[in-house]
């Protein structure tokens, strides 16, 4: 389950519904693994939501607090909805959820769909697949996200 790329850098999506706490956590998760490993040279990882009812928005503050209490930095993105650009640049696409992943789907031609899974595909320790949305639960659920996408990521 391992995608193949002609490039010398590899380009990562990371998505979720809105952008602003689940994909932007897993993006900072795995960029700075790629740097601890001197790998970051090798992928660019980026973030959207399949919803773009809040592009424009910084990541959740709880999002933020929860990656810097285990010493990540969050970077200066801000929210976006994906695009059909998108899915052709991008040679793996990360979705959080099947939801997400499921909407990935219905966007994308059928040459594009080999190159989608959900993050927690590559967690073979975790038996769940889906990483649940923190956004209306309490500060708590950003820190299990948190762990999920370090999982996902490493």
């Known amino acids: 389950m391992f ?16 952008n602003i706490c689940r994909s932007p956590m897993a993006q900072a998760v795995m960029q700075q ?7 970051g040279w090798r992928m660019q ?3 959207a939501g399949t919803h773009g009812h809040l592009a424009g928005e910084r990541p959740d503050r709880r999002a933020a607090q929860a990656l810097s209490r285990q010493g990540y ?3 200066q993105g801000r929210a976006r909805q994906v695009t059909a650009h998108d899915l052709q640049r991008f040679d793996l696409i990360l ?8 909407m990935l789907r219905q966007l994308a031609t059928p040459e594009q769909q080999g190159k989608m899974y959900r993050l927690l595909d590559f967690a073979d320790a975790l038996k769940e697949k889906d990483i649940a949305d923190p956004y209306f639960g309490p500060a708590k659920g950003f820190d299990r996200v948190l762990a999920q996408c370090q999982a996902g990521c490493s």
């Open 3 to 18: 995608i193949q790329s002609n490039r010398l850098q590899t380009h990562c999506l990371m998505v979720c519904s809105a």
């Open 33 to 39: 693994l790629l740097a601890a490993q001197g790998a």
């Open 45 to 47: 990882v980026d973030s």
């Open 73 to 75: 930095t969050i970077g």
């Open 95 to 102: 979705a959080m959820d099947s939801h997400n992943l499921a």
